[in-house]
């Protein structure tokens, strides 16, 4: 995987066969430049301690926990997957999000999502 800090608290991770093709990372547009075998990580740091953010979890998240959604608004292409792990943890209230190039992952794939979700380390 390859990583780029994308400013406001935000970090994109990318399996590196398709590094050159989301960069410079855009919204939207990168999630569709994804190969089949693609997966982008996206973490985000949404605010520290909110009181009106009770949601405590424990880190890493694990992708067992995150609501897939293989359809929202704003999503860019029906091939692309989006799974969500919101949650406060240590005092960081977080985001992260797992896009596929796929509605249907392979285990192979979902595996090295959960080995690079697994090395996500907060501040």
Known sequence: MSSQAVGG????????????????????DSFMRLSPSGILVWVETIGRGRANFPIRKTWPPRLVSFRVQRSWEGQPAPNVQQRVWVGAVRGWDLDVRVYFATQHP????????RAQIARLRLP
Do not use: E, H, K, N
Request: aromatic share 8%; charged share 15%; glycine share 4%.
């Open 9 to 28: 608290g935000l970090v994109v991770a990318v399996t590196r066969a398709d590094a050159a093709a989301v960069r410079p990372f855009a919204l939207f």
């Open 106 to 113: 392979s285990q192979a794939l979902l595996a090295r999502a």
